[in-house]
T-cell receptor, first 111, second 114 residues
Framework: KNEVEQSPQNLTAQEGEFITINCSYSVGISALHWLQQHPGGGIVSLFM???GKKKHGRLIATINIQEKHSSLHITASHPRDSAVYICASWNYGGSQGNLIFGKGTKLSVKP | DSGVTQTPKHLITATGQRVTLRCSPRSGDLSVYWYQQSLDQGLQFLIHYYNGEERAKGNILERFSAQQFPDLHSELNLSSLELGDSALYFC?????????????FGEGSWLTVV
């Protein structure tokens, strides 16, 4: 069974700081999702990656398949980045898969 | 806007009742996934449909059922509701099946059982 763990659970930062959120999983996978959940509840898919690094604006996601670890970085953080960030990996059961989610990292960026 | 539409956005109902949550996937997406998010359990996978057929089942209770219709919209039926069923229910869609597909989430349906 795939376990997905995130750290830290809660993170408070000052505006402008560089932020790192970590995700580790127990079973070898080939793709991992990073999601952002806004205070209102909606979920947005930020990245899906299977190797290396992806960048979108101030967000950078990296994954190391051998070490079963991924990181989400936010550069020059802003209060609007305050949200819950969730990583999710695919878990294979039977012939099909489904996402297994970490418990999320609650980020609060203070002005 | 992800293109995934869920209705209703909020629902309050009494224990023992039955509700139906509806989901319209993004145009062109054949896969629909249902997830439950509760305060203590986090996000959990319930069920996955692809082009009208059930493809994977997660921690879905027997009181819950789902289906995907020929027009690809999906419904999640929750019956004999209990207080513990109060949660945020998400629908998501993707073009294909499994990893390698970006998943798009709806805004969720807040269910409160009183």
């Amino acid at each position: 069974k795939n376990e997905v763990e995130q750290s830290p659970q809660n993170l408070t930062a000052q505006e402008g700081e560089f932020i790192t959120i970590n995700c580790s999983y127990s079973v070898g996978i080939s793709a991992l999702h990073w999601l952002q959940q806004h205070p209102g509840g909606g979920i947005v898919s930020l990245f899906m990656l299977s190797s290396g690094k992806k960048k979108h604006g101030r967000l950078i996601a990296t994954i190391n398949i051998q070490e079963k670890h991924s990181s989400l970085h936010i550069t020059a953080s802003h209060p609007r980045d305050s949200a819950v960030y969730i990583c999710a990996s695919w878990n294979y059961g039977g012939s099909q898969g489904n996402l297994i989610f970490g418990k999320g990292t609650k980020l609060s960026v203070k002005p | 806007d992800s293109g995934v539409t869920q209705t209703p956005k909020h629902l309050i109902t009494a224990t023992g009742q039955r509700v139906t949550l509806r989901c319209s996937p993004r145009s062109g997406d054949l896969s629909v996934y249902w997830y439950q998010q509760s305060l203590d359990q986090g996000l959990q996978f319930l069920i996955h449909y692809y082009n009208g057929e059930e493809r994977a089942k997660g921690n879905i209770l027997e009181r819950f059922s789902a289906q995907q219709f020929p027009d690809l919209h999906s419904e999640l039926n929750l019956s004999s509701l209990e207080l513990g069923d109060s949660a945020l229910y998400f629908c998501a869609s993707s073009v294909g099946v499994g990893q390698g597909n970006t998943i798009y989430f709806g805004e969720g349906s807040w269910l409160t059982v009183v």
